[in-house]
């Protein structure tokens, strides 16, 4: 913005809740047209995802949470891939220009960009008569030709993920009513369900992990069974999943004890935003260690076979589970 110009509306915004979030040399103080990442040798990963109201998050969420979900889910996609966080860029659609939301949205947005080392480096707010809308672009840097693909998995080796699955799925299920709701009782438990669907938890302590142990890789955004799904299919194997190893928090494995809902739904439901890799048989151990390290756990769910079929889904008899959708989809 030139010294002596007069402030447009969206100048004011930017300056007010965005400029002190942009605290790398190479946002420029967000006075210019585009940023400059400064190279240091490595690769550049580059991930993007939109969050939009009444799909990715409800209208009475709270701003600060949205913010929070917009630059973390994209986290979960840096740390997938190995990357470590180097900074992003913002997309902000906005109905008006409301204080009492876009205060404590900045707040949270700057608390996380220091929280995980990853500054906002610039972007663009609009106008919309349409529902409020965020989308970030994350970049994050991995040594030269060390990313990790979805396409590397290989016969034989484990399927493992972080975590665990279905959480938000049921968070979402509280918020809307029902059955759910209804079910959980428990203070605690409903609250740390909302919490996983509101607030991912990126594994961005489990880059380097990954990148140096995971032949594929990728977070759990769509639902597990859906995204595992996609990691066969690019990889050209297939895989056999132990549904009782799939990990399931405290509450979510009473409501599935209870009947209130299936496993089944738990694992084809999205937003749990957790790696999914595999890891050569002989390398296990070693990545379990290390994961246990960061305070991230880790937890071997089946095997990767050979052939192309959809991956298959065993339950606790030992019975092929014929699932009725394999995850969220927005079309």
């Known amino acids: 913005?030139?010294?002596?110009?007069?402030?447009?509306?969206?100048?004011?915004?930017?300056?007010?809740?965005?400029?002190?979030?942009?605290?790398?040399?190479?946002?420029?103080?967000?006075?210019?047209?585009?940023?400059?990442?400064?190279?240091?040798?490595?690769?550049?990963?580059?991930?993007?995802?939109?969050?939009?109201?009444?799909v990715?998050?409800?209208?009475?969420?709270?701003?600060?949470?949205?913010?929070?979900?917009?630059?973390?889910?994209?986290?979960?996609?840096?740390?997938?891939?190995?990357a470590v966080p180097a900074g992003f860029v913002l997309t902000l659609a906005l109905r008006g220009a409301d204080e009492a939301w876009l205060k404590p949205f900045a707040a949270a947005l700057g608390e996380d960009a220091a929280q995980f080392a990853c500054p906002l480096l610039g972007g663009d707010t609009v106008s919309t008569p349409g529902p409020l809308m965020v989308s970030?672009?994350?970049?994050?840097?991995?040594?030269?030709?060390?990313?990790?693909?979805?396409?590397?998995?290989?016969?034989?080796?484990?399927?493992?993920?972080?975590?665990?699955?279905g959480d938000a799925a049921l968070g979402l299920a509280v918020l809307k009513g029902g059955k759910v709701?209804?079910?959980?009782?428990?203070?605690?438990?409903?609250?740390?369900?909302?919490?996983?669907?509101?607030?991912?938890?990126?594994?961005?302590?489990?880059?380097?992990?990954?990148?140096?142990?995971?032949?594929?890789?990728?977070?759990?955004?769509?639902?597990?069974?859906?995204?595992?799904?996609?990691?066969c299919g690019v990889s050209g194997v297939s895989a056999v999943i132990d549904l009782p190893s799939i990990p399931l928090s405290s509450a979510a494995r009473d409501l599935v004890f209870r009947g209130v809902v299936g496993l089944e739904a738990l694992i084809a439901g999205g937003?749990?935003?957790?790696?999914?890799?595999?890891?050569?048989?002989?390398?296990?151990?070693?990545?379990?260690q290390a994961a246990e390290r960061t305070g991230v756990a880790v937890s071997s769910i089946g095997t990767v076979v050979a052939g192309s079929a959809f991956p298959k889904f065993i339950d606790a008899e030992g019975r092929e589970i014929a699932l009725e959708r394999l995850s969220y989809s927005h079309f």
């Open 136 to 165: 970030v672009t994350a970049f994050g840097r991995v040594p030269p030709g060390k990313m990790v693909h979805r396409s590397g998995a290989k016969a034989g080796e484990r399927v493992m993920v972080t975590g665990t699955i």
């Open 271 to 288: 937003d749990d935003y957790e790696i999914l890799c595999s890891i050569a048989e002989d390398r296990v151990e070693a990545f379990s």
């Open 56 to 82: 990715h998050f409800l209208p009475d969420d709270p701003p600060d949470t949205v913010a929070r979900k917009a630059l973390r889910v994209n986290l979960s996609d840096l740390a997938a891939k190995g």
């Open 1 to 54: 913005m030139a010294s002596g110009k007069p402030a447009s509306g969206e100048d004011s915004l930017i300056a007010r809740y965005f400029r002190p979030l942009a605290t790398d040399p190479g946002a420029l103080g967000l006075d210019d047209d585009a940023a400059a990442l400064q190279p240091d040798g490595s690769d550049i990963v580059v991930t993007t995802d939109a969050i939009i109201e009444g």
């Open 181 to 231: 709701h209804a079910a959980a009782t428990d203070v605690a438990a409903r609250d740390a369900l909302v919490g996983r669907y509101r607030v991912p938890q990126p594994r961005v302590a489990l880059a380097e992990i990954v990148r140096d142990f995971a032949s594929a890789s990728m977070d759990v955004s769509d639902g597990l069974a859906g995204d595992l799904t996609k990691l």
